[in-house]
C-alpha cells in the first residue's frame, strides 16, 4: 500500500511540476505561431505595378505540376482590354487543393514570377468543390493573421 | 551505291544521297532547320554542320552530297562548337517569347538551344523589333521576331506549290517573311508551312494561345473532306478538337494538307450542330425518337416487308459504320435498298484503281474533268511533285474547261459538254479501229464528228493514249459513259492504266467494302420508288440528299411522298419539313474507325473526343431499333475491312468488261450552258473558321460573255434561271471557262435544282433589304 502511496506523489509531483513549466500549445487561432518565411502555403497570382496580371497562361506551372493539380487555359487578350502584360492571358486557372503537395514547383517553373506560394495555410474547407482555388479566388489572396 | 562512315558505323546509300538523309538511315540525329526531303538541299541555316575528313571546314550535312569512302563525325569539339556559334547566332534576334509562344515545347529552337546551343549569348545589344502576330491569311499568323528564315515556307508556297506569295524582304537582320504586296495568301496550301515552321514564326490562327504540347491530346486520324483521305493528326484538348496536323508516313506521305482539310476541323462544334433528337418538329429525348423511329420501321415492315425500307449512307460514316448500319438493314429489316450518296453518274471499278505511288512512276497524266486543285487539291500536289521531278510528264486535260493550271502545265482538249467520253473513245479509234471493243463503242456514234475537236487531236491523243509508258488518268465521274471507254482503254494498253476517281463521298469506297451499292443507279432506283411509293420508309446516315443529289426535284418527290424520312447526322438538313426525325450522329472525331480512300487504301482514324449532347455513334441507334424489332444482333466477332491477303489496299476482283455502245452526245441548244464541276470548298461539312475563304464569288463565267452581260470585271452577282427555276449567285471571270459556259460547283446549296444545260445569264437586280 505504501507503494501506492509513493507511486501517487511520485505522480502528482511530475504534474504539478509542469504546471508550472512553459506550455507547448498555443491557443489558436488567438495566437499564432511564426513560420520559416519560406513556408509554402496557398498559391496567388500576382500582377504588376499597372495592375496587369503577370500570368500568361504559359502553362508551365500545369506541366511540372507532380500532382496534377493545376489547371490551366490560355487565350489571347481581347482587344484593347490586356488582361496580362502581354498579348496572352490565362481564362481559367485552377489548383486543386486537395491535390496540390505544396512542392513549390509551379513557383520555380513560372517564367513570369506570377504563381506565388503564400504562408497562407488555412485551407480547410466543408465541401470539396471549395478546394478548388479559381482565378478569381488566387488573384486575390487571403492575409494569414 | 556509294559507302560511307558516319560516327564509325558504315553505311551503303545511292549516290545523291545527302549526308544528313544518310544519317538518318543509321539512326544518327542532325539538326536541321532549312533542309527538307521534299524540298530539296538549300543550307540555308548551317545548323547541321558536321565534320568531314579531308575537308578543311565544317561542311553542311544538307547540302554536301556523299561521296565514297567519306568519313563523318557528326559530333566532337569542333561540331559542337560550330553548332553552338550558329545558335548563339540565331538566338541574337530572338525574342524570349517561349511562354506566349504556340510553339513552345514542341520547338526546334528550343530543343536544338537545349542540346547544342550555349547557356547564354553574348550579343547584349537590344533586340530588333518586328511585327508580331501579323496575317499570311485567315488561317495563318507570322511573328517576323522568331523566324529563323530558314526559307522552307517561302520554298514550299514558290517552288513546291509554284503559287509564290510568300517571300523574303528586307537584309540582314531585317529579313522578315511576308506575303508578296502585303495581300493575303490565298493558296490552298497556305496552312502547310505551319507543319514546315521549326519555329514558332508561323503559327495556326485558329489554334493561337489554345493549347500546350503537354495538355494536349494527338491521334491519329484521316481527314474526312474528300476522297483523298490526307493522313493527319487531331489535336484534343479537354474533349474538343482544336487543331488538325498533316501526318507523314515515310516513304508514302509527306503529310501535307489543304486548307479546307486542316482548318475544316470545327464542323462538330458548328453552332448548327444537330445535338438533341427531333420527332416530326418537335424536340425530344434520345431514347423517345430511337423508340419511334424502331416503331415505324416495325409497321413498315408489317405493312409492305422489310423491302419497304431504304437506306442511304452519306456523311463522314466511317466504313465499320457502314457495315453496322448494313447489317442491321439485311439482317433485321431484310432490305436490299442500300445505297450510298452519290453526285455523280460514273462508277469505278476496283480492278482499275491506281495508287498514288502511281503518280510517282506516272509520265503521262490525264485528267478527265477533273480539276485536281479544285477537286482533290493535295493530289494536285503529288501531280506537281511528279511534274517537277520528271519535267516530261505530259498532262493533257480533257473536259469542258481548261483544267491544265499554270502550276501543272500540259495540254487542254476541250470538248463540248457530255462530249468528252465520245471524244476518248474517237481518239482510241483512230489507232485501233478493228478492236472489237472499240468498234462496239462507236457502233451507235456513226458519222457523229465532236465540236471544236480536230481529226488531228484526236490522232494525236490517240497516238498518246496508247503509247504512254505509265498513263495516270483522273475522273470526275461525272459521265458513266467515260468509266466504259476508260475501261477499254485500259484492256486496250498492255501497260499500267491505274485510275485515280476523283468524285466522293469521301469514304464511298469503304461504305462499298462494308455492303453497301455504289452504283448511282441503285440510289436513283430507291429515289424513284420513294417516289413511286413503293418504298415507304427511308432512313438517311450523314447525307444531306437535298444539296448532293444532282436532282433536287426528284429528292423532293421523294420525300413528299415517303411515309417516314428519318435522317442522322451532324447537321440538320436544310428546310426540309418532310423529315420526320431528326436524329444526331457523332462526327469522324468521335468514332474509331476505318477510312478507304481514292486508291482504295485502308486507313484508321482514331476517336480524338467523346460525341457532345444527344449525338451518339451509329451503332447505338441500330441496336436499339434491332431491340424494338425483336432482333438482337450480336457483335462479337468484331468485323474487320482489312484483308490478309491485300494488306492496306482493297484486294483486287477482275471486273468483267460490258462495252455497249455510246449513245451519240445530245446537241445543247443554247447561248448559255450550264457545267457543274467539284470544289472542295463546297463539300462536306460546313465549318466556321473556314467562312472567311469561302468564295464569295463561285461560278466561273469566261470574261468575254461576262462582258456580253455587262458584268463588272472583278465578278459580281447573276441570277441563273432554268425554266422556272432560278439561282442568283456570285460569278468570277475566269479565262478557263470556255465562251458560252457558266460553271458552278455542284455541291453549292441550289445548284441542283438546276440541270447541265441551257440556262439564261441576268445581272441579280441588288436586293433591297430592309
Not at chain 1, 499564432?32 to 496567388?44: A, V
Not at chain 2, 503559287?163 to 506575303?179: A, D, I, K
Amino acid at each position: 500500500m505504501l507503494d501506492g502511496v509513493k507511486a501517487l506523489i511520485k505522480g502528482l509531483g511530475v504534474t504539478s511540476k509542469a504546471l508550472f513549466e512553459p506550455r507547448d500549445t498555443i491557443s489558436y487561432p488567438e495566437k499564432r505561431r511564426e513560420y520559416s518565411p519560406r513556408f509554402r502555403g496557398k498559391h496567388m497570382l500576382a500582377k504588376d505595378t499597372d495592375g496587369h496580371e503577370l500570368c500568361v497562361g504559359c502553362g508551365l506551372c500545369e506541366a511540372v505540376c507532380p500532382a496534377h493539380a493545376i489547371r490551366v487555359v490560355a487565350a489571347s487578350a481581347p482587344e484593347g482590354n490586356p488582361v496580362s502584360w502581354t498579348n496572352r492571358y490565362s481564362v481559367d486557372y485552377e489548383v486543386d487543393l486537395i491535390r496540390c503537395i505544396f512542392c513549390g514547383m509551379c513557383e520555380e517553373a513560372c517564367p513570369t514570377n506570377a504563381v506565388r506560394l503564400t504562408p497562407f495555410n488555412e485551407l480547410a474547407a466543408s465541401n470539396r468543390l471549395d478546394m478548388i482555388a479559381d482565378k478569381e479566388e488566387l488573384l486575390h489572396p487571403p492575409v494569414r493573421k | 551505291m556509294i559507302q560511307l562512315t558516319i560516327d564509325g558505323q558504315e553505311i551503303t546509300v545511292p549516290a545523291g544521297t545527302m549526308i544528313v538523309d544518310a544519317a538518318a538511315k543509321l539512326g544518327i540525329d542532325i539538326p536541321i532547320y532549312c533542309y527538307h526531303q521534299a524540298l530539296g538541299p538549300l543550307g540555308a541555316c548551317r545548323m547541321c554542320l558536321v565534320e568531314v575528313e579531308k575537308m578543311p571546314k565544317l561542311a553542311t550535312a544538307c547540302t554536301t552530297a556523299v561521296s565514297e569512302g567519306m568519313v563523318v563525325r557528326s559530333k566532337g569539339p569542333a561540331v559542337d562548337k560550330g553548332r553552338r556559334g550558329v545558335l548563339e547566332f540565331l538566338l541574337i534576334n530572338h525574342p524570349l517569347d517561349c511562354p506566349v509562344c504556340d510553339k513552345g515545347g514542341e520547338c526546334y529552337l528550343q530543343d536544338y538551344t537545349f542540346e547544342y546551343g550555349p547557356g547564354n549569348g553574348r550579343f547584349q545589344e537590344p533586340k530588333i523589333q518586328k511585327l508580331k502576330d501579323g496575317p499570311i491569311n485567315e488561317f495563318v499568323l507570322v511573328d517576323q521576331e522568331r523566324c529563323v528564315l530558314c526559307q522552307r515556307c517561302v520554298r514550299f508556297m514558290g517552288e513546291y506549290v509554284g503559287e509564290g506569295q510568300l517571300l523574303l524582304e528586307g537584309r540582314g537582320v531585317e529579313t522578315v517573311v511576308t506575303t508578296v504586296d502585303h495581300v493575303p495568301a490565298t493558296s490552298q496550301f497556305t496552312g502547310n508551312v505551319i507543319d514546315l515552321c521549326p519555329v514558332g514564326a508561323l503559327l495556326s490562327a485558329p489554334y493561337h494561345h489554345k493549347g500546350r504540347p503537354w495538355n494536349i491530346e494527338r491521334e491519329e486520324s484521316v481527314c474526312p473532306h474528300c476522297p483523298v483521305g490526307c493522313t493527319s493528326k487531331v489535336t484534343a484538348r479537354e474533349g474538343r478538337v482544336i487543331r488538325m496536323e498533316g501526318r507523314p508516313i515515310p516513304d508514302r506521305e509527306w503529310g501535307w494538307l489543304c486548307d479546307r482539310g486542316r482548318f475544316g476541323y470545327d464542323f462538330g462544334y458548328h453552332p448548327d450542330r444537330l445535338l438533341t433528337s427531333w420527332v416530326q418538329g418537335v424536340e425530344t429525348s434520345a431514347a423517345m425518337a430511337t423508340r419511334q423511329v424502331g416503331q415505324w420501321i416495325q409497321e413498315t415492315i408489317n405493312q409492305d416487308g422489310g423491302s419497304a425500307v431504304g437506306v442511304i449512307m452519306g456523311g463522314t460514316h466511317t466504313t465499320e459504320e457502314a457495315y453496322q448500319v448494313q447489317r442491321f438493314a439485311r439482317e433485321v429489316i431484310g432490305t436490299e435498298n442500300l445505297a450510298i450518296s452519290r453526285s455523280e453518274a460514273g462508277y469505278l471499278p476496283r480492278a482499275l484503281n491506281g495508287t498514288f505511288d502511281d503518280i510517282k512512276k506516272a509520265d503521262m497524266v490525264l485528267l478527265l474533268g477533273s480539276d485536281p486543285y479544285d477537286a482533290v487539291p493535295v493530289v494536285h500536289l503529288k501531280l506537281r511533285e511528279r511534274w517537277l521531278r520528271y519535267s516530261a510528264l505530259k498532262v493533257i486535260g480533257i473536259g469542258p474547261t481548261r483544267l491544265t493550271r499554270d502550276t501543272l502545265p500540259g495540254q487542254d482538249v476541250i470538248t463540248a459538254p457530255e462530249q468528252s467520253a465520245a471524244v476518248m473513245a474517237l481518239a482510241l479509234a483512230t489507232q485501233r479501229p478493228e478492236d472489237a471493243n472499240v468498234k462496239t463503242l462507236l457502233q451507235a456514234l456513226g458519222d457523229f464528228s465532236p465540236s471544236g475537236v480536230s481529226p488531228e487531236t484526236l490522232t494525236e491523243l490517240g497516238v498518246q493514249l496508247l503509247g504512254a509508258e505509265h498513263l495516270v488518268s483522273l475522273w470526275d465521274g461525272m459521265d458513266p459513259a467515260m468509266g466504259m471507254v476508260l475501261a477499254v482503254l485500259a484492256e486496250l494498253r498492255e501497260k499500267p492504266t491505274p485510275i485515280l476517281p476523283t468524285f466522293g463521298p469521301a469514304n464511298w469506297r469503304g461504305w462499298e467494302r462494308a455492303g453497301f451499292s455504289a452504283h448511282f443507279e441503285d440510289l436513283t432506283r430507291i429515289l424513284e420508288h420513294a417516289r413511286d411509293g413503293i418504298i415507304k420508309t427511308l432512313l438517311v446516315f450523314g447525307a444531306d440528299l437535298m444539296n448532293e443529289y444532282p436532282d433536287r426535284a426528284l429528292v423532293q418527290a421523294a420525300f413528299d411522298r415517303l411515309d417516314h424520312v428519318v435522317v442522322e447526322g451532324v447537321q440538320p438538313p436544310e428546310d426540309s419539313p418532310q423529315v420526320d426525325a431528326l436524329l444526331p450522329g457523332a462526327t469522324w472525331a468521335e468514332v474509331y474507325g476505318t477510312y478507304i480512300n481514292m486508291e482504295a487504301r485502308l486507313q484508321v482514324a482514331m476517336a480524338s473526343v467523346q460525341p457532345p449532347g444527344q449525338a451518339r455513334p451509329v451503332k447505338t441507334y441500330v441496336n436499339t431499333w434491332a431491340h424494338i424489332l425483336s432482333h438482337p444482333l450480336a457483335w462479337e466477332e468484331d468485323w474487320e475491312p482489312f484483308d490478309e491477303d491485300s494488306g492496306e489496299l482493297l484486294p483486287l476482283h477482275p471486273a468483267p468488261l460490258h462495252v455497249t455502245p455510246l449513245k451519240v452526245p445530245a446537241a445543247i441548244d443554247g447561248d448559255m450552258i450550264l457545267i457543274t464541276g467539284a470544289l472542295i470548298w463546297e463539300m462536306s461539312e460546313p465549318s466556321e473558321i473556314l467562312l472567311p475563304r469561302i468564295p464569295a464569288l463561285p461560278g466561273r463565267i469566261n470574261p468575254e460573255d461576262a462582258k456580253n452581260l455587262g458584268l463588272d470585271i472583278h465578278g459580281g452577282r447573276m441570277r441563273v434561271s432554268q425554266g422556272e427555276t432560278s439561282l442568283v449567285t456570285g460569278m468570277s471571270l475566269d479565262p478557263r471557262v470556255p465562251k458560252g459556259l457558266l460553271w458552278l460547283p455542284q455541291r453549292m446549296p441550289g445548284v441542283n435544282t438546276l440541270q447541265p444545260g441551257p440556262i439564261v445569264l441576268s445581272l441579280a437586280k441588288e436586293e433591297v433589304t430592309a
